[in-house]
């Protein structure tokens, strides 16, 4: 069964996905991997077809992330997914500034599927909602010809607005409010990185059975067992030194627990249960005490609502609100590198992944693990196998081979999983191998230019006027390069580039005003004229273009018009006739197109 209500054009990010939109870059790319190892080998055409079936019922995995001026949002695009083998690094980045691409990927090898997302998109419950929905899908279309029905795996009346309802917002209030405790700092793990900084994926299967029936016997849950065995496990990497830093784990907890939802967007908090080993007796179970009745104190309704009401409150400060865009990222990734001083690792279990029963037995296990700059545990399960998943940037493993050894030493044995990954294809690395090229040989131009200047000191200082100009050479080569993945994008960065680097060479050789008089007027008209013929060219609708259209309009008419009113100017006709070309051109669309300006206006201006 598939829903089939229409979704909204644009909606806001929900205050999880705020941070990491901000927060993700190349070694912590917010990027999660949910996966299912199927009995038989994965076949391509019929994944494809699962994957536009799961995309029907979750139709919201088509967004697109957008940049506005105080937030970014998440836009419904037409692009179709592209199902491939398996390619990559595990949880390699996905969204790529500037780039309009989907935030999730979905590949396949041998008898794995993977589902790799963007955590903007949403949290570990939504990506299992989804990947349970398109193994399903898989499995009808490869098995229906033998007696295997279609079924639903989500509530008949759920709609698409139940699926991207913001329930942060929705179960936020003020009074849940209470002043911040200040939070001490955490050992932090310092091993020598892998090599290039790659991912390190470790995983192990264990017994539901015995893991619970252990966990039980000690009266406490089986999450509050493994996060006492990670603790133990990390501490025996520590020096007496480092043991005046407590440990301390973030473990993510799914909101949806404590306050009803079918949101399949970010709606999760955490707690940090960590234990403080200066004193410690040497006992396991004084660390699975200790553990035991902090997840207790923690995992109250009341002690989640005020956790979350803290992190929105924030969100919603007035003057915070009305900042750029670019300055809360700043904050945020700030405070991000701050919050990370106060955790050592992170535990995250996602719970049992359950299907039914005419489905579960194609299906040998379910797996997740995550990008993490830090050290990161995510686990799962299905039927009666636990899949555990580390991740870390680090070149040793002996906290992992500590931790394996004290569920042994509790009588918990574990089946060592073999990487099974194809050699990684890592794109974009030759374009910067040419780029860096590139700059080396500018670098080594200009120094030779500031050499034959020194040497021979020729009365016209070309050797510096070369020099000047291979430097605004690749300036402008470079802000093209990285702002390569968006045309528009890169022509408005183009045109303040170029207007500023004419009026530096104005001013450099004795001020003549050319480049007021007649670059800046002609080049504001001709930059308009060839974002038109961009988007006619690769056919961008115009709620897509329409932004820059309207920033290199008023761009025309305000700066032509403020040099003109001051008397920067000495030919005021091109100033005037191009101030008046840009207002037009932006009336022509309020009048035309009003309610597409509005719209667009609305999304990129949202606070």
């Known amino acids: ?54 995309l029907d019922t979750y139709p919201l995995f088509r967004s697109v992330l957008r940049k506005g001026l105080f937030w970014h949002y998440l836009e419904k695009s037409n692009l179709r997914p592209v199902v491939r083998e398996e ?36 949290d570990g419950t939504g990506a299992t909602e989804f990947l349970k929905e398109l193994v399903k899908d898989y499995l009808y279309l490869a098995h229906r010809d033998e007696g295997l ?55 192990r ?21 493994l996060t006492a065995a990670l603790l133990c496990a990390i501490h025996e990497e520590m020096t007496r030194q480092q043991e005046k830093w407590p440990v301390v784990l973030m473990v993510p907890v799914n909101l949806r ?41 923690e995992l109250t309704k009341e002690k989640m609502e005020t956790h979350m009401s803290e992190l929105l409150a924030l969100e919603m400060n007035p003057i915070l609100r009305l900042a750029p865009l670019e300055l809360k990222n700043l904050c945020i990734q700030a405070g991000a590198k701050i919050a990370e001083k106060n955790v050592t690792a992170v ?52 906290i992992q081979r500590n931790f394996y050894r004290i569920l042994r030493e509790q009588g918990i044995h574990s089946e060592i999983v073999e990487p099974d990954f194809p050699e990684p294809d890592v794109p974009g690395e030759l ?89 800046l007027p002609g080049l504001s008209i001709g930059v308009l004229c060839s974002m038109m013929v961009i988007s006619y060219i690769q056919k961008y609708p115009l709620r897509e273009c329409m932004i820059y259209l309207v920033m290199a309009a008023v761009y025309g008419f305000l700066l032509p018009l403020i040099l003109v009113l001051t008397g920067t100017v000495t030919w005021r006709l091109p100033s005037l006739l191009g101030a008046v070309s840009c207002l037009l051109f932006v009336a022509g669309l309020v009048l035309f197109k009003g309610r597409e300006f509005k719209e667009e206006m609305g999304k990129n201006l949202h606070i």
């Open 1 to 54: 069964m598939t829903v089939k209500q229409k979704w909204g054009h644009w909606r806001r990010l929900d205050n999880a996905a705020k941070l990491f939109s901000a927060a993700s870059n190349k070694q912590n790319t917010r990027v999660f991997r949910f996966y299912c190892e199927l009995k038989e080998d994965v076949r391509p055409s019929l994944l494809e077809a699962a994957l536009e079936r799961a």
């Open 87 to 122: 390619y990559k690094e595990p949880c390699s980045r996905i969204y790529v500034r500037d780039k309009k691409s989907l935030l999730f990927e979905v590949t396949y090898y041998k008898k794995r599927i993977n589902f790799e997302v963007f955590h903007v998109l949403t």
């Open 149 to 203: 029905e279609d079924v639903s795996l989500h509530p008949e009346d759920m709609t698409v607005q139940d699926q991207e309802n913001d329930s942060f917002v929705k179960y936020y209030s003020e009074e849940a409010r209470r002043p911040k405790k200040r939070k001490g700092r955490a050992y932090q793990l310092k091993k020598t990185q892998k090599e290039n900084g790659r991912l390190r994926v470790h995983e």
């Open 205 to 225: 299967v264990l017994s539901v059975k015995e893991v619970l029936e252990h966990s039980r016997r000690q009266g406490v849950s089986m999450t509050v067992f």
């Open 257 to 297: 627990k404590f306050f009803p939802s079918d949101s399949m967007l970010n709606f999760f908090g955490w707690i940090e249960p960590g234990y403080d080993f200066r004193n410690w007796d040497g006992s396991f179970e004084a660390v699975l005490d200790q553990v035991r009745q902090q997840f207790q104190q």
């Open 347 to 398: 535990f995250s279990n996602m719970s049992a992944v359950s299907m039914p029963d005419a489905y579960a037995g194609y299906i040998d296990r379910f797996g997740i693990y995550t990008s993490t700059p830090k050290l990161e545990l995510c686990i799962c399960s299905f039927g009666d196998k636990l899949s555990l998943g580390f991740t870390s940037r680090f070149e040793t493993e002996n």
């Open 431 to 519: 374009e910067m191998k040419v780029y860096k090229g590139f700059c080396l040989l500018c670098l080594a131009a200009v120094l030779l230019m500031f050499s034959l200047h020194w040497n021979h000191r020729p009365k016209v200082p070309w050797t510096l006027f070369t020099a000047g100009g291979i430097a605004s050479m690749w300036i402008a080569s470079t802000i093209g390069f990285f702002k390569r993945h968006n045309l528009l994008k890169n022509t408005m960065w183009q045109l303040v580039l170029v207007t500023v680097g004419c009026i530096v060479w104005d001013l450099l050789t004795g001020w003549h005003g050319w480049s007021v008089d007649f670059v």
